[in-house]
C-alpha cells in the first residue's frame, strides 16, 4: 500500500507550487481579479502550458504528457493553495476530457493540441435555470441541419464561457439523448452575458439561439462519456479544495499565534485552540477522502467508483463549509475583508460545494442502495 | 474491503477472516454480534485460542510470541477480528503492560509475566488515574515507599475497568514526593490478592459495573515488581499511551455498528432524515479509515510511543462516530428500545424483543466514556492545537 506521491507527482507538485508562489502571493491575486479585463492571465497561462500542465493528460499524439488522474490531483491540489484564476477547469479538467472522452480521433487531432499549447479556451455549458443538478433534465435542443446539427437553448453558469473558443454544450437531441455538441466561440446565434462568478472566477450564462454545432462523438454514447467526466472533475474539485482548506488552516493558525488582545495572542485562548484543532481534523478527513477518490478513478466498477467519488466530494463539502466558517470567525473582522485571502478561500470552496451536485444531493445518492460501509 | 489496499493485503485480510470464522466459537460469535457485551470467560477463551495459533500479540517482539508483520497487517488483523465479533484480546495486557515490560522490563520479568499476560493467564488492571488525577495524570498521589526490599503503596486509583476480574494491576505510584510531578512517579506491579488491596466496583449509568475503586493500604511489594527504573515510570506510561497510534480510532468497531444499524434498521431507514444521517456517518467513517490507512502507511517513518497530533486526530474522530453510531441506534429503535431489561426474556404469548433493544440505549448511554477515557476529546485537541500553532 503506498499513499505517497511518487518521485514524479512530488517533482510536479514543487514545480507547479514554486511557479505559483513566486507569482501567485495575495496582492498578484487581486490586481488580476479586480483590475484586469480578462480576470486572468495569458501570461501565466502560457507558462501552465509551457510546463506540460494544459496538456498533462492529454494524449501524446495530440501533444500532451498522457498522464494520469493522479498527476492532474495533484496540480488541482496546488491550484487550490494559490487559488488560481485562470480557467483550467473549464478548459482541462471538463472542456478537453469531454473531447478525450466523446470526440472522434478527428476532433481531438482538431481541438487537443491547441489545448495543450494554450492557444485554445474551453468552456462545457451543462446547467440550465430549471434543471438545477440533472445532467439528463434540460431544455435545451439540438436538431440535425444538413450534415451538423443546431443546438438552441440557454445555459447558466458556464465556468469560463465569457471567455471560451469553443464550447462544448449538452442537448437533446429529437431521439432524447443527452447529446455533446461542440460550438464555436464566434458562431452566429451565440451570445453571452459574462460576469465575475461568486469566487472571482470569470464565467457566463450563453443563450444558443439556431447555433451551427458539430455533435461529440455519437450523441447516444455522449451521457455515459459525460458521466464519467464528471466522475474525475469531481475528484479533481475534491483536490483542489483541500489545497484551499489547507491553506485556510494555515492561515488561521498565523494569525491565532500573531493577532493579540487582552495583552496575549489569542492562540491563549483555548476555544480557539480547539477551534482550530477541529479544523485540523476535518481537513485530514477531507484529505483521506480526496485521496480515496483519487485511488476510485483507478475502479473498473463504474457504480463503485462514482459513489465513492461522491462520498468523497461530500465529505470535501462538509470540510470545507466548517474550515471556511471557521476560518473567517476565527481571524474577526479581518477575515470579512476583500483584501485580505482568506474570505476568498471561502468563496472558492463555497462554489465547489455549488458544482456538479451538492452536499444534500450527495447525501441522497450516496446512501441509495447498500451504501458505502458494506461487509465484503 | 478498501480499494487502496493491495492484492496481497486483501489476501491476509480474507486469511484472518477465514481463521476468525473457523478457530472461534460460533455461539460467542453469534450472541457478541447480537449486541451482547464479551463476559470474561469470552475474552480469555478468544486470548487462550489466538495464543494457541502464536497470534495473541503480533505487535510485540518475535521472541515474544510476536509476529513480523507490518502496522497494516496488524491493523487488518484487529479489524477482521472485531468485524467477526470476536471480543479484542484484553487492552491492558497485550496493548499496555506487555509491551511496557516487553521494552523496559528485566529478563527476569520477561519471562515471569510476558508468556502468561499473552495467554491471559494474568488478567490485567490499569491503575493510573485516581480521584483527583484524570487529565492531569501526573498530579497522581498514590505513594510508594521503599523499606528494605519491598515498597509500602498506600493511596487510591479509581476508574479501574474490569477491575473486578484482575489478577494484578500496573500502577503509576509516587517514590519520589520531593521531585517535580512527572520526575518522581515509578511504574509497579501488583499482585492484587496482596493484603491491603481492596476492589470496589461502581455502578455507570447504563446500569452496567465495568470500573471500580482500587484501595491500597499498606500494600506490601516486592522491589523486583518495579519495572526499569524508579522514577522513570512517566516515560513508560507515555510509551505505553503513544504506542498504539491507530487502534484509538476504533474503525473496526464503527464500521460494524453500522452494519449493525444497516441490518436492524428496516423501514426506519426509508425515513429520508435517519437515512441521511447514515449516509454521513459512513462517509466520516470510509474517511476515517483511509485517514487511519495513511498513518499506517508512513507508521515506519515515525518515532514509536510518542503521542502526534494524527494519533489525536484518530481518537477524536474515532469517539465521535462510535458515539453517532450507538446514537443512531437508538434513534432508529425509537420506542422499542425504552424498557430497561437484564435479558431479553419476555413472557410466554409476548412478541419477541426486536433486535437490539435490549443494549442500544445502555450503550448509547456506556459509550459517552469513548471521548473521557484514553485522553478526553479536550486533551486530544489540546494536543492537536499545540502541534498545529506550536505554542
Ligand atoms: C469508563 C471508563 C473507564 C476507564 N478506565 C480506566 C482504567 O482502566 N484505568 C485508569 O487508570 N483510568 C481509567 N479511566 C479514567 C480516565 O482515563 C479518566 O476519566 C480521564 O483521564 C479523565 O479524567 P477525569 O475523569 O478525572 O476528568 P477530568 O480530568 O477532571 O476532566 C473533566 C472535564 O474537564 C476537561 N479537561 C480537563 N483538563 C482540561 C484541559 N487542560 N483543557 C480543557 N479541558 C480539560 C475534560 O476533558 C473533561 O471534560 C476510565 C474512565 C472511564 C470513564
Redesign the pocket.
Known amino acids: 500500500m503506498d499513499l505517497d506521491l511518487n518521485d514524479e507527482q512530488q517533482m510536479l507538485a514543487d514545480t507547479v507550487g514554486s511557479l505559483l508562489e513566486k507569482r501567485y502571493d495575495a496582492n498578484a491575486r487581486l490586481q488580476l481579479l479586480e483590475s484586469s479585463e480578462l480576470g486572468w492571465s495569458r501570461e501565466l497561462w502560457q507558462q501552465y502550458a509551457d510546463l506540460g500542465l494544459l496538456g498533462l493528460t492529454v494524449d501524446e499524439q495530440y501533444g500532451g504528457a498522457g498522464m494520469g488522474a493522479g498527476e492532474l490531483a495533484v496540480v488541482m491540489e496546488s491550484f487550490g493553495r494559490a487559488l488560481i484564476l485562470e480557467p483550467f477547469v473549464a478548459t482541462v479538467v471538463l472542456g478537453a476530457a469531454l473531447v478525450d472522452a466523446a470526440g472522434s480521433p478527428e476532433q481531438k487531432q482538431a481541438i487537443l493540441p491547441g489545448v495543450t499549447a494554450g492557444s485554445t479556451v474551453l468552456a462545457f455549458a451543462y446547467a440550465e435555470a430549471a434543471s438545477r443538478w440533472s445532467l439528463t433534465d434540460i431544455a435545451a435542443t439540438a436538431v440535425p441541419a444538413g450534415s451538423g446539427w443546431t443546438v438552441s437553448g440557454e445555459k447558466i453558469a458556464v465556468l469560463g464561457g465569457d471567455s471560451a473558443d469553443r464550447v462544448v454544450v449538452s442537448a437533446k437531441t429529437p431521439d432524447s439523448d443527452v447529446g455533446l455538441f461542440l460550438v464555436e466561440g464566434d458562431a452566429t446565434g451565440l451570445r453571452r452575458d459574462a460576469y465575475a462568478m461568486q469566487d472571482g472566477l470569470r464565467g457566463a450564462d450563453l443563450l444558443f439561439e439556431d447555433v451551427p454545432a458539430v455533435a461529440l462523438g455519437e450523441p447516444a454514447d455522449a451521457l455515459a462519456a459525460l458521466e464519467s467526466v464528471l466522475d474525475t472533475a469531481m475528484a479533481m474539485l475534491c483536490s483542489e479544495a483541500v489545497g484551499a482548506m489547507e491553506r485556510m488552516l494555515w492561515m488561521t493558525v498565523d494569525y491565532l499565534k500573531t493577532r493579540e488582545q487582552f495583552g496575549a495572542p489569542i492562540a491563549v485562548f483555548?476555544t480557539l485552540r480547539h477551534r482550530a484543532a477541529n479544523m485540523y481534523v476535518s481537513l485530514e478527513q477531507a484529505r483521506s477522502m480526496a485521496l480515496a477518490a483519487r485511488l476510485a478513478l483507478l475502479d473498473d466498477d463504474v457504480p463503485a467508483r462514482r459513489r465513492a467519488v461522491r462520498a468523497a466530494k461530500l465529505q470535501i463539502d462538509l470540510s470545507a463549509r466548517h474550515i471556511g466558517q471557521e476560518a473567517i470567525q476565527l481571524h474577526g473582522g479581518i477575515g470579512m475583508t476583500m483584501e485580505y485571502p482568506v474570505g476568498h478561500y471561502l468563496k472558492r470552496t463555497t462554489a465547489i460545494a455549488k458544482t456538479f451536485a451538492d452536499a444534500d444531493l450527495l447525501t441522497q445518492l450516496v446512501g441509495a442502495d447498500e451504501g458505502l460501509v458494506t461487509a465484503d | 474491503m478498501n480499494t487502496a489496499l493491495s492484492k496481497e493485503d486483501r489476501a491476509f485480510a480474507e486469511e484472518m477472516r477465514a481463521f476468525f470464522a473457523s478457530e472461534m466459537p460460533a455461539e460467542m460469535r453469534e450472541r457478541l454480534g447480537r449486541g451482547g457485551h464479551p463476559s470474561r470467560d469470552d475474552i480469555v477463551t478468544t486470548m487462550r485460542i489466538l495464543d494457541d495459533h502464536g497470534l495473541a500479540a503480533p505487535h510485540w517482539p518475535v521472541e515474544w510470541g510476536g509476529k513480523d508483520w507490518t502496522p497494516l497487517q496488524r491493523h487488518l488483523f484487529a479489524e477482521e477480528m472485531v468485524m467477526a465479533n470476536v471480543p479484542s484480546p484484553l487492552a491492558?495486557n497485550t496493548a499496555m503492560v506487555g509491551p511496557v515490560i516487553a521494552t523496559f522490563g528485566s529478563q527476569e520479568q520477561k519471562e515471569r509475566f510476558l508468556p502468561a499476560t499473552a495467554r491471559c493467564d494474568i488478567w490485567w488492571?490499569?491503575?493510573?488515574?485516581e480521584p483527583n488525577?484524570?487529565?492531569?495524570?501526573a498530579s497522581l498521589k498514590t505513594t510508594a515507599v521503599r523499606d528494605g526490599d519491598e515498597y509500602v503503596v498506600n493511596g487510591q486509583?479509581?476508574?479501574?475497568?474490569l477491575?473486578q476480574f484482575g489478577d494484578w494491576i500496573f500502577c503509576l505510584v509516587r517514590t519520589d514526593s520531593a521531585a517535580k510531578k512527572q520526575r518522581g512517579i515509578s511504574f509497579l506491579l501488583i499482585d492484587m490478592t496482596s493484603p491491603g488491596l481492596t476492589v470496589r466496583p461502581i455502578h455507570?449509568i447504563d446500569g452496567g459495573y465495568?470500573?471500580n475503586e482500587v484501595f491500597l493500604d499498606n500494600v506490601r511489594v516486592p522491589a523486583d515488581q518495579l519495572v526499569g527504573e524508579e522514577n522513570q515510570g512517566w516515560s513508560y506510561a507515555k510509551f505505553l499511551l503513544g504506542n498504539e497510534r491507530t487502534a484509538n480510532a476504533s474503525i473496526g468497531l464503527i464500521k460494524s455498528r453500522i452494519l449493525r444499524i444497516k441490518r436492524l434498521g428496516g423501514t426506519a431507514l426509508d425515513d429520508p432524515l435517519l437515512r441521511a444521517r447514515l449516509t454521513r456517518l459512513e462517509v466520516e467513517a470510509t474517511a476515517l479509515e483511509m485517514s487511519v490507512l495513511r498513518v499506517l502507511a508512513r507508521e515506519a517513518s515515525l518515532p514509536p510511543g510518542v503521542p502526534d497530533p494524527t494519533s489525536s486526530m484518530l481518537k477524536l474522530k474515532g469517539s465521535e462516530l462510535q458515539q453517532d453510531a450507538s446514537e443512531l441506534l437508538t434513534d432508529i429503535l425509537g420506542p422499542a428500545g425504552l424498557a430497561y431489561r437484564e435479558t431479553d426474556e419476555v413472557p410466554a404469548g409476548f412478541d419477541a424483543l426486536p433486535e437490539g433493544a435490549l443494549d442500544a440505549m445502555p450503550t448509547y448511554f456506556n459509550w459517552r466514556?469513548a471521548s473521557?477515557?484514553?485522553?478526553?476529546?479536550?486533551?486530544q485537541r489540546?494536543i492537536i492545537a499545540k502541534t498545529i500553532l506550536k505554542f
Open positions: 483555548q | 491492558f488492571s490499569q491503575g493510573f488515574s488525577a484524570g487529565s492531569d495524570l486509583k479509581t476508574w479501574t475497568t477491575g455507570l465495568e470500573v466514556k473521557i477515557y484514553a485522553g478526553s476529546n479536550e486533551v489540546e
